[in-house]
T-cell receptor
Framework: DGGITQSPKYLFRKEGQNVTLSCEQN?????MYWYRQDPGQGLRLIYY???????QKGDIAEGYSVSREKKESFPLTVTSAQKNPTAFYLCASSIARLAGGNYEQYFGPGTRLTVT | SQQGEEDPQALSIQEGENATMNCSYKTSINNLQWYRQNSGRGLVHLIL?????REKHSGRLRVTLDTSKKSSSLLITASRAADTASYFC???????????FGTGTRLTIIP
């Protein structure tokens, strides 16, 4: 089965703790993305990576960190510096941007993080 | 920043009716995509329309794009209960690898 997996589905943490969300894909996609979704809202881009060992900040990167050591994996760490970390986190991947730039993103099932 | 805004924010229709939702965006785009999200799940890609296309069909879906008005519409014909979901438009600009998502339309199909 090809796809994107995120684990765990639900995650609970105490305020002040760092937490790492897992994202793995076996689609052989070069690009991977992390989004945050708040209730009734659209998706906001946290970080993205077009290639292994390289990543760029999205619109709301503060308080988050990522790594891209393997093509298949793009973990997201929510640090204690993130002021409002409770949210639904979605990971996505796509093939490398083609000439002409059209692509679709494939999404994982999401991780719902609750920080108290 | 969110480029797109869907309209209406919420829509309820009877099963079998057609559903139309609209997306407006602010800056010139390369492509526009529509995605569906069932409650508490990830997004699923529905259709992509390029900036030089005006209309595209996929099964019961029809998407139009009017770049002069910076708007797109998604029509779902002969709606089914399984179409109940939130629908998002997403745009990308020339030279920009990022997708920018709208705020979504929540569609409810009443059996």
């Amino acid at each position: 089965d090809g796809g994107i997996t995120q684990s765990p589905k639900y995650l609970f943490r105490k305020e002040g703790q760092n937490v790492t969300l897992s994202c793995e894909q076996n689609l052989n996609h070069d690009a991977m993305y992390w989004y945050r979704q708040d209730p009734g809202q659209g998706l906001r881009l946290i970080y993205y990576s077009q290639i292994v060992n390289d990543f760029q900040k999205g619109d709301i990167a503060e308080g988050y960190s990522v790594s891209r050591e393997k093509k298949e994996s793009f973990p997201l760490t929510v640090t204690s510096a993130q002021k409002n970390p409770t949210a639904f986190y979605l990971c996505a991947s796509s093939i490398a941007r083609l000439a002409g730039g059209n692509y679709e993103q494939y999404f994982g099932p999401g991780t719902r993080l609750t920080v108290t | 920043s969110q480029q797109g805004e869907e309209d209406p924010q919420a829509l309820s229709i009877q099963e079998g009716e057609n559903a139309t939702m609209n997306c407006s965006y602010k800056t010139s785009i390369n492509n526009l995509q529509w995605y569906r999200q069932n409650s508490g799940r990830g997004l699923v890609h529905l259709i992509l329309i390029r900036s030089n296309e005006r209309e595209k069909h996929s099964g019961r879906l029809r998407v139009t794009l009017d770049t002069s008005k910076k708007s797109s519409s998604l029509l779902i014909t002969a709606s089914r209960a399984a179409d109940t979901a939130s629908y998002f438009c997403a745009t990308d600009a020339f030279g920009n690898e990022k997708l920018t998502f709208g705020t979504g339309t929540r569609l409810t199909i009443i059996p």
